[in-house]
């Protein structure tokens, strides 16, 4: 991951990615991915998102990792939350009711930092990684979750060779071979061509992909 890329991108205010509002395809797929009334989540790479505060606000103990201070300053300040804020390994650490935030490379996280997670909420994440870097991504990511975890994943296919990433196209084989020894199901998938506004770039087609995947217990 370009660590310099994402910093640029939010001190310069490019943050189209960021939504202000819960997405829809969490509120859409939130029984069916939570299940049960408590929860340990991650959101990794989280910006400022709303899903975060949404997610506190139902009672689950939720766990950001993003490596932007701005952006984190910006979730604070937009959320008022008044966090206590300290040092672990290479994290900075903001706590506060339901909700932590580690402020920090999501590649220097383990789980002898902030333990094992049952879900992640993956929206923003895997499309941020260009192909070489996915396998270490879904690697690191494995190593933080418990057995019988679930992730929400929203991934996008469109023409690579028309249009560089982020975010970027994930196919479905490749997913499949990321995720190997795990149950994926498909929830949806929709024509967004129109919404992500990406066909004037040559795009003809973008498919937005919402997957369930559980990993063995």
Same mark, same amino acid.
């Given at each position: 991951?370009?660590?310099?890329? @994402?910093?640029?991108?939010?001190?310069?205010?490019?943050?189209?990615?960021?939504?202000?509002?819960?997405?829809?395809? $969490?509120?859409?797929?939130? &029984?069916?991915?939570?299940?049960?009334? #408590? #929860?340990?989540?991650?959101?990794?790479?989280?910006? %400022?998102?709303?899903?975060?505060?949404?997610?506190?606000?139902?009672? #689950?103990?939720?766990?950001?990792?993003?490596?932007?201070?701005?952006?984190? +300053?910006?979730?604070?300040?937009?959320?008022?939350?008044? +966090? @206590?804020?300290d040092?672990?390994?290479?994290? %900075?650490?903001?706590?506060?009711?339901?909700?932590?935030?580690?402020?920090?490379?999501?590649?220097?996280?383990?789980?002898?930092?902030v333990?094992?997670? &049952?879900?992640?909420?993956?929206? +923003?994440?895997?499309?941020? *990684? /260009?192909?070489? #870097?996915?396998? +270490?991504?879904?690697?690191?990511?494995?190593?933080?979750?418990?057995?019988?975890?679930?992730?929400? $994943?929203?991934?996008?296919?469109?023409?690579?060779?028309? *249009?560089?990433?982020?975010? @970027?196209?994930?196919?479905?084989?490749? $997913?499949?071979?990321?995720?190997?020894?795990?149950?994926?199901?498909?929830?949806?998938?929709?024509?967004?061509?129109?919404?992500?506004?990406?066909?004037?770039?040559?795009?003809? /087609?973008?498919?937005?992909?919402t997957?369930?995947?559980?990993?063995?217990?």
């Amino acid at each position: 991951m370009d660590r310099a890329f @994402w910093l640029a991108r939010w001190e310069e205010g490019r943050i189209g990615f960021h939504r202000g509002e819960v997405h829809p395809d $969490l509120r859409q797929f939130l &029984d069916t991915w939570l299940d049960e009334p #408590h #929860h340990r989540v991650l959101v990794p790479l989280c910006g %400022k998102t709303l899903d975060i505060p949404f997610l506190a606000g139902r009672g #689950h103990e939720v766990t950001g990792v993003e490596i932007s201070p701005q952006a984190v +300053a910006e979730l604070h300040r937009d959320q008022r939350l008044r +966090a @206590w804020v300290d040092e672990d390994g290479p994290f %900075k650490v903001h706590s506060s009711p339901g909700i932590t935030i580690y402020e920090g490379d999501f590649f220097d996280l383990g789980p002898e930092l902030v333990g094992t997670f &049952d879900r992640v909420w993956d929206r +923003a994440a895997l499309v941020a *990684m /260009s192909p070489e #870097h996915r396998p +270490a991504y879904v690697a690191r990511l494995r190593t933080l979750l418990r057995p019988g975890a679930r992730i929400l $994943l929203d991934t996008a296919a469109y023409e690579q060779d028309r *249009m560089s990433g982020p975010p @970027w196209s994930v196919p479905g084989e490749e $997913l499949e071979s990321l995720y190997e020894g795990c149950t994926l199901e498909l929830l949806q998938e929709r024509e967004a061509i129109e919404e992500v506004g990406f066909g004037a770039l040559g795009l003809s /087609s973008w498919l937005a992909r919402t997957t369930l995947i559980r990993l063995p217990g």
